[in-house]
């Protein structure tokens, strides 16, 4: 099992920054690639970016592309989301997720973190 708790939400102006963070603990050794996913009121959950645990390639939902910045730090198994210029349709729970090896989907979800951006 792998555990992962966010922090970091909160509430920001338009244009502003946050950074999100997420530490992994369990077996994380298991862990080949760490996402976050948003779910707006009202809306479907919805893919931000991911980061693979070893090459550290990255992916971008296109609504974030330029703004946001996803990064890692291995030896503290915790993963950080860079959010500048935010904007109010940005204004989501945020859900940290890590996919094992040898599976399609995300398995292990954190608990989520709210954030929101006022205009």
């Known amino acids: 099992q792998v555990q992962l708790k966010e922090s970091g939400g909160g509430l920001v102006q338009a244009g502003g920054s946050l950074r999100l963070s997420c530490a992994a603990s369990g077996r994380t050794a298991s862990i080949t690639n760490m996402g976050w996913f948003r779910q707006a009121p009202g809306k479907e959950r919805e893919f931000v970016v991911a980061i693979s645990w070893s090459g550290g390639n990255t992916y971008y939902a296109d609504s974030v592309k330029g703004r946001f910045t996803i990064s890692r730090d291995n030896a503290k198994n915790t993963v950080y989301l860079q959010m500048n210029s935010l904007k109010p349709e940005d204004t989501a729970v945020y859900y940290c997720?890590?996919?094992?090896?040898?599976?399609?989907?995300?398995?292990?979800w954190g608990q989520g973190t709210q954030v929101t951006v006022s205009s």
């Open positions: 997720a890590a996919k094992p090896g040898g599976l399609a989907a995300y398995k292990y």
